[in-house]
């Protein structure tokens, strides 16, 4: 196996080294690499992407593909661009290590693209001339997982050196050519050519977008252009150090080193870009000029403007973030907590990186492409602990544009610890339900016979104690309903059935409905519109279930004579600062009665489940009807409160406008 690890090196070096003779054309040379790299290992794909002039990007300048060895690839990626530190190549070319991907489906450095080319495992190796001079990044794929072997990342990395000379060589030879070409062509240019060429060059001096102006050793203008002059006031003659300083004149004139510096004059910021002139008999100045007074503004109000966020996120109570373009711009310190991690090792970093593939479709489905502001609140998913633990979290998060650029800001929440117990709960719910299900109809069934025998011969107490056995059976039958619809709201199968329902007409059917029930108590139900909210995108079943639990514990708790008013109107959220963030408008349904009211120390918990307040005791009340209208309301996205107050009980139900319809 030695030997033949041996041998397929050397056959590499020597095709490498046939490669090296196709200089100065860097293409061909890039090609031939690839052939070889196509031939001698299982790659299917592979392209080599070297950087621009200015070092930030990586362009592709070769592809090939084992089944066309045309290039069937190449004529669609060939020029293709992209930044270096994103994606695999960029993190290559900024790390200058090599990275294995063995399965693409399971690592979250690897972000899918839209082509026709299935990826399954990939190697991206960055091809370094000397010590540290970045010639390009070798890049090889294969459909399937597992394809690239620890031998191939080890074969390929010490013949990465050879072939990165190759390209360096062919590069900087088609330089040398370029440059000859150019000189050649100047250098037939004629005297009288060259005349004209001088007239064009002042003609687009003194006309420039820009102020230009040279300087001599002491700061006096020897030429200026007509935007400087514009710009400064100043004219040839006159000297500049009043305005940028005899000592910065001097010290570029002595260090022979350019400088930049902001002036402000006359209301105005023009940033001066300095540089020593080599002119005979004494160095000069050169000075290009720009009016930058509306970038320093807006660079200055876009640091006001994150400093704002950032302080908002730093003193939240709860975790929250801000993402731009997929990555972590700003995190405080409960959100690093919450997942473990340090904050140099999550800012700048994918939010794929802390969410399994279930989590990131669901943000995507809540998230769908939409213009303007959204807030999408308590979506509940999961997501990875740096430890590699799986968590719950309950976000509200919405997107916003600062800056023109679009960002969405989250509040987190952890809620793993109640879905544990919510699971706990919901299993000896069901359980106890069954339970009293099961010896309740036999119970309930025998009181019926004996209540329906004519032939038995019950005294009118025994009927009487037939009669009370199946008003509590009914009691209890209404108690192990509400203990599983309880348990079923908890589980993980509840959803919503959203539809657009016309909002009025619905409350207005609720209250219908429940009218009945409220004159065997002698109690009116007024409803009243109030304006401004014509549809909802709710479950209609539902929400009429959490209505009704309002309304009927209104009833239950209203004098008779009295009335309870049902009240729909518009207004601003003022809960949540997040929502004030996002300008949130909400419907309000209340409901009021004129019952003995809501203390102050049992208004928050009055939605706990199995809380019953001191008037709920009396009534007798299980305490799950307003935990079950809690849950409902919560689901939609909005809130249940009740106010405290002695002149009767006062609910509010609040659910966003506008929300996306997921």
């Known amino acids: ?63 090939k593909g084992r089944r066309d060895r045309k290039g069937r690839y190449s004529e669609k990626s060939l020029g293709q661009v992209f930044i270096i530190g994103q994606g695999i190549a ?36 960055p091809m370094i001339y000397s010590r540290n001079e970045l010639v390009g990044v070798l890049n090889l794929s294969h459909p399937e997982a597992d394809s690239f072997e620890e031998d191939d990342l080890v074969v390929l990395s010490a013949l990465l050196s050879p072939a990165a000379l190759a390209l360096r060589n062919a590069r900087l030879m088609r ?60 004219k040839a003659g006159q000297s500049l150090a ?55 503004f807006k660079e200055k109000e876009l640091v006001r403007v994150k400093d704002q966020y950032k302080d908002m996120v730093e003193k939240a109570i709860d975790a929250v973030y801000i993402i731009k373009n997929g990555r972590f711009l700003l995190i405080n310190r409960k959100f690093q907590e919450m997942l473990g991690y340090e904050q140099d090792e999550i800012l700048n970093r994918h939010f794929r990186h802390v969410l399994p593939r279930d989590s990131v479709h669901a943000l995507a489905e ?37 800056d023109r650029d679009e960002c969405y800001v989250g509040v987190v929440r952890d809620i793993t610890s109640k879905k544990e117990l919510l699971t ?35 005294s009118e107490g025994q009927r009487e104690c037939i009669d009370e056995i199946e008003k509590q059976c009914e009691k209890l039958l209404r108690f192990s309903n509400s203990l599983l619809d309880f348990a079923k709201i908890h589980s993980e199968k509840f959803a919503l059935n959203r539809e657009r329902v016309e909002v009025a007409g619905f409350v207005r059917g609720v209250v219908r409905n429940m009218q009945l029930g409220a004159r065997e108590k002698k109690v009116e139900i007024a409803f009243r519109d109030q304006g401004g ?6 479950d209609p079943i539902r929400l009429e279930q959490a209505l009704t639990n309002l309304i009927d514990n209104a009833i239950k708790h209203a004098p008779e004579g009295s009335l309870v008013t049902v009240d729909l109107s518009r207004t601003k959220t003022g809960g949540e600062a997040l929502r004030l963030l996002f300008n949130q408008e909400s419907a309000v349904i209340s409901v009021q009665d004129q ?16 809380f019953v307040g001191t008037s709920g005791r009396a009534k007798g009340g299980i305490g799950l009807g307003l935990a079950i209208t809690r849950e409902i309301i919560h689901a939609h996205g909005g809130q249940v409160e009740a106010r405290a107050s002695d002149k009767g009980g006062f609910f509010i139900i609040t659910i966003p406008l506008k929300l996306q319809d997921y």
């Open 1 to 63: 196996m030695k030997d033949a690890g041996q041998s397929r090196e050397l056959t590499i070096f020597r095709r490498i080294n046939e490669a090296i003779s196709l200089s100065p054309d860097v293409e061909a040379v890039a090609n031939a690499i690839l052939e070889i790299i196509i031939d001698e290992t299982p790659a299917e794909n592979a392209s080599i992407m070297m950087p621009g002039l200015d070092g930030s990007q990586l362009e592709i300048k070769a592809a």
């Open 90 to 125: 960029g993190m290559a070319a900024i790390t200058r290590k090599a990275i294995i991907i063995h399965d693409t489906a399971q690592d979250p450095r690897f972000e899918a693209r839209d082509n026709k080319v299935s990826i399954g495992s990939i190697l991206s190796l």
């Open 175 to 234: 330089e040398v050519d370029e440059i000859n070409k150019m000189l050649k062509a100047e250098l037939s240019i004629t005297d009288k050519a060259m005349m004209e060429f001088g007239r064009s060059i002042l003609k687009v001096f003194n006309w420039m977008a820009i102020g230009v102006l040279t300087t001599d050793s002491k700061g006096i203008i020897s030429t200026i252009n007509k935007r400087a002059t514009d710009m400064l006031g100043k």
């Open 242 to 296: 009043d305005i940028v300083g005899n000592e910065l004149i001097q010290k570029i004139v002595s260090d022979k080193e350019g400088l930049s510096q902001d002036v402000e004059k006359g209301g105005r910021i023009f940033c001066f870009d300095l540089s020593p002139l080599p002119l005979k008999p004494s160095w000069q100045v050169v000075a290009c000029i720009r009016d930058v007074t509306v970038e320093r």
């Open 366 to 402: 809540a998230l769908r492409t939409t213009k303007g502001n959204i807030f999408v609140p308590n979506l509940e998913i999961q997501a990875l602990r740096k430890d590699g633990q799986k968590i719950y979290l309950e976000i509200s998060i919405g997107r916003i544009m600062i």
């Open 424 to 458: 706990m709960k919901t299993r000896f719910l069901n359980v106890a339900s069954h339970e009293i299900r099961v010896p309740l109809t036999v119970i309930r069934g025998y009181g019926r016979m004996l209540a329906r025998d004519k032939e038995c011969m019950l």
């Open 533 to 538: 909210v014509d549809t909802l995108f709710i």
């Open 595 to 610: 019952g003995p009211g809501i203390r102050s120390d049992e208004a928050r918990d009055l939605f706990n489940d199995f």
